[in-house]
């Protein structure tokens, strides 16, 4: 879809109208306030400004422009959002507009992906007799196939690949996508005779599948899942996450499953607020999304030896990451998926209000079956990493609680064997800080709010004026975004703005109106700090190299720009 649609589409859509027909919102001052659809809470911290046509949530940070909200509101991919406010104001959008205007390869394989997923999903009403026979089998109703896009993929060498060709999308492009194998030479569907599941990424693309039979055959596998591809890494993305993540954040917290069929079960269930990991045991990067949801989880794995173990490996995991988990335990041979089925829904939270705390589940439980300085080292292992040290003591109490160790004893060990992380912290210390120099944010926000001082901005400063992280990475986004910009639109610049931090920090400089100190002080404050910052670095390069000719002289200039901006200010405290 070209930008001048996208940004007609925008336009049309006012932030206050549209918002309103989701939540209410009262007129405060110049902005509009409501309660915050993306966080629990009861107070109005959401403000929605109708001269920039942004909102930002000042609890939970949530920002964006009318395209963001009804993408996070309704859980819609970017261009479903744009397609539903185009209908909204009965802008027409041109129904096949595919690879040619994809502009990236991740953008295309997108593409190739919606398309695939809504071929697959068409066939299984259409042709899917015996996946949907299997999944009434399952005692699975069509409605959840349909809710959660099942698909049904046809027994056939050529179906898929015949339909996308059809489609318009170029071999070469097909032969990346991982939908398909070559056999001398000529592409061959790789799904054939499968139900179908389309695995989502968080904001709701489908990014890979994975197929299951419904007969066991010889020689194939039960699961096919997509090859790793410029969209999907394996182990990285939460199977559900897409339906889930705003049930899940707020409840504030997400009960972790194993497989597809869990995932069914439960959500068909209304626990609407499941994931599975698809693997064994939860990722690193898969807690790291599910963090950003909750800091709470549930596991709900199988109740077997292996199950225990993948639920405490992945339990551990999301503790290191700061997180809250418990475990549910299920009866041997069980799992949510048969365990719902057998015994229902109310057994089902009877089971999740029961659920133990991991680390009192380590110290107590028969099934746990390692020796116990086996367990306790496990979960050390896990402290070790947590980079928060309050929520680490917390931890520790806990443990000695649970396990009747001495709290000196297990902090002991747990500073015994830090070393070997140290490398890692070391690394941490040294990137860019968290808090922010007033003044480098003063100077985005009055960057932001005309165009003149924004070039007056980037003529005269560069992003190596900006220590902390997050200006940094603002100012350098700008630079990018801004170059040939007639005007600041805020909703626009939200638009391109693809990395959440980023946005939610834009919004936030946007939403400031309050009186700030003047452009050319501040930036002339930055520069000053930037001087003493090189005269710092050169000191230590001089003490450790007095007879350098080369960077004496570079003192010497230093100071003397040092000297001839500061001339009129005497005494003046810039830290
Ligand atoms: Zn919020």
Redesign the pocket.
Known sequence: MDNSLIDQIRSANDIVDLVQSYIPLKHVGTNWRGI?P??N?TRP??YVSQPKQIYK?F??G?AGNVFTFVQDYEKLSFIEAVKKLAQRVGIQVPERERTSVASTKRQQLIQVYKSAAEFFSQMLFEHGENALDYLKKRSFDPQTAKDLSLGYALPSQKALLNHLMKEGYGVSLLKESGLFGEYSGALQDLYRDRLIFPIHNNTGDVIAFGGRIMEPRDNVGKYINSPGTELYTKGKELYGLYKTKYNISKMDYSLVCEGYFDFLRLYESGFSNAVASLGTALTEDQVYLLNRFSKNAVMLYDGDAAGIKAAIRGGLACISKGMQVKIAIFPPGEDPDSFILAKGKDAMQALIDQASDIISFMATSEQTQSPVKERIEQILDALRLLQDPIQRELSVKEVSEAFGISQNALLSSLRRSTTSYAPKQAQEAVSLPETEIPDERYALILGLRDIESYKLLASELNADYFTSRLPKHIFNFLRDNLIEAGTIDAAALLDAAKNSDIRDGLAELLFEDSPLPDLSKLIRDLKLRKIQRDLEALDNAISADPENRDLLSRKSELLRVYRMMTKKVVNKVLY
Do not use: L
């Open positions: 915050c993306f966080h809470d911290s959401f949530c609890a939970c949530k």
